[in-house]
């Protein structure tokens, strides 16, 4: 759904079309829909998996960024006002957007947040559009820093449950684990996904986590929020449950 972005992530490779539907992983999608699409898909999932109570927008791009990402919560709200609405986002824009996403219904929000040191972010991003503006370098790291973790808080605060991202990169950001977690449940948030690192983009070199990081990285940032680990790393475009042999992944 979201086909703009605003963020520069060096270990982010969006694909959008003509997508092996092999490739279960995080930015996939088999194709970008409009509003009424959206709208059209919700409802055959619904016939097909009953069960379903949440609908999100996830990318491959930032939603946020996309004016149809409004109008879908807004058909999707008027159809279904019983379904949780729910959307990712780089937290960029997300300050200024918690007042239309609550009166659209939205009820969750999944932040990424891989770092509050604007060293790293250098690292990490490799630009960010602010305001109109392109930024790079550390302009750009200091700028992303000033507004997730306080995105973070401005969605807790207007009664958002907030879940925060955390790719977890070796190397770069796993001695800094502890402080995210910390940073972001002082600001609200409910609950933390440590995610391992998948080698793409400018990262495609990088090695992922081992077993035993990823455990360490969950138990260090554990003392400060709850952890999510049944990720499974699914497409932007899942249906059902990841991991169910009767859930549709990649529709």
């Known amino acids: 759904m979201a086909r703009k972005c605003n963020l520069g992530c060096n270990y982010c490779e969006r694909l959008v079309g003509g997508a092996s539907y092999h490739a279960y992983r995080p930015a996939v999608c088999d194709r970008i829909m409009s509003p009424a699409e959206a709208l059209s898909c919700v409802k055959q999932c619904l016939l097909t998996v009953p069960e379903l109570k949440v609908a999100g ?16 919560l807004d058909l999707l709200h008027r159809s279904w006002p019983e379904l949780i609405l729910c959307l990712s986002t780089n937290g960029l824009l997300l300050s200024e957007s918690v007042p239309r996403l609550t009166k659209l219904g939205v009820r969750t929000v999944t932040v990424t947040v891989n770092t509050t040191n604007p060293t790293t972010a250098a690292a990490i991003y490799s630009h960010a559009i602010i305001d109109r503006h392109l930024l790079t370098g550390l302009a750009a790291a200091e700028a992303i820093v000033e507004r997730q973790i306080p995105s973070v808080r401005r969605a807790a605060d207007a009664g958002l449950l907030v879940k925060v991202n955390t790719i977890l990169m070796p190397g770069i950001n796993e001695r800094e684990i502890g402080r995210i977690a910390r940073a972001a449940r002082d600001a609200g948030a409910c609950v933390q996904n440590i995610i391992p690192l998948i080698p793409l983009g400018r990262f495609g070199s990088s090695r992922p986590p081992s077993c035993l990081e990823l455990r ?29 042999l009767d859930s549709t992944l990649g529709r």
């Open 216 to 244: 360490e990285a969950r138990r260090k940032a554990g003392r400060f929020l709850d952890q999510f680990a049944l990720c499974r790393q699914c497409r932007a475009d899942s249906v059902g449950i990841p991991g169910r």
């Open 57 to 72: 927008i996830a990318g491959p791009g930032e939603p946020l960024c996309n004016e149809e990402t409004y109008r879908t």
